[in-house]
C-alpha cells in the first residue's frame, strides 16, 4: 500500500543512452539515414565543441532525442561488459564496440518506466544493423540487439529489471 500511495516511478528523470559500433572510426552522421525508414525525423543541429556532429531524432509517437558522436567518448569498461547479464557472444560484440554514439532525451511522461521503454526504441533504431550493444547508462545496463527486439515487441511498459543491474560481489 505504501508504494501505491507514493509511486516511486512517477518522475522526469533525463534519459542518457549509447550505441556501440564496431572498430574505432565513429560513424558519421549522414550514415543515419536509415533512421527515416522507421518514421524518425532527423534534423542535424549545430555540434557542442566536445563533439564531431549532433542530430535530434524525431517520431511521432516516441517523441523527441538527441544523438551525438561525443569526442573521446569510452565505451563501457571491460569489466562492466564482462559481469553484465549477456551470453560470451554478447559480450564479444559489446567488446569490439569501440565506436560509441550518444542518445540524451527528455522523458515526455512522468513514468520512469515508460519513458525508459521509449529511450529504448531510439537506441533500437539508431543500432539499425551495425550497432553491437545499446547500453542504458543511468541503469549501467547492457542490452544485446537480441534482448532489446525481445522488450520491444510489445508496448507494456519497461519492466522494474530493466531499471537496474545486479553484481555479485566475492571474495
Same mark, same amino acid.
Given at each position: 500500500e505504501y508504494a501505491l500511495m507514493f509511486p516511486w516511478w512517477?518522475?522526469?528523470l533525463p534519459l542518457f543512452g549509447l550505441v556501440l559500433f564496431r572498430g574505432t572510426l565513429a560513424p558519421r552522421a549522414d550514415e543515419f539515414s536509415y533512421?527515416?525508414?522507421?518514421?524518425?525525423?532527423v534534423t542535424p543541429l549545430q555540434?557542442?565543441?566536445n563533439m564531431a556532429w549532433r542530430l535530434r531524432l524525431s517520431h511521432p509517437r516516441w517523441g523527441e532525442a538527441e544523438m551525438a558522436h561525443v569526442k573521446e567518448q569510452d565505451s563501457p569498461p571491460r569489466n562492466v561488459v564482462e559481469f553484465a547479464y549477456l551470453s560470451q557472444e554478447e559480450k564479444d560484440a559489446a567488446l569490439s564496440g569501440d565506436s560509441v554514439v550518444s542518445l540524451t532525451m527528455e522523458p515526455p511522461h512522468e513514468n520512469i518506466l515508460r519513458d525508459r521503454k521509449l529511450m529504448l526504441r531510439f537506441l533500437r533504431a539508431v543500432m539499425g544493423a551495425d550497432g553491437v550493444a545499446a547500453v542504458d547508462t543511468l541503469a549501467q545496463k547492457i542490452w544485446s540487439r537480441d534482448a532489446l527486439d525481445e522488450e520491444l515487441q510489445?508496448?507494456?511498459?519497461?519492466? #522494474?529489471d530493466g531499471l537496474y543491474? #545486479?553484481?555479485a560481489v566475492t571474495p
Open positions: 512517477k518522475k522526469k533512421l527515416e525508414k522507421n518514421g524518425i525525423t555540434p557542442h565543441a510489445h508496448d507494456a511498459d519497461l519492466d #522494474v543491474t #545486479v553484481h
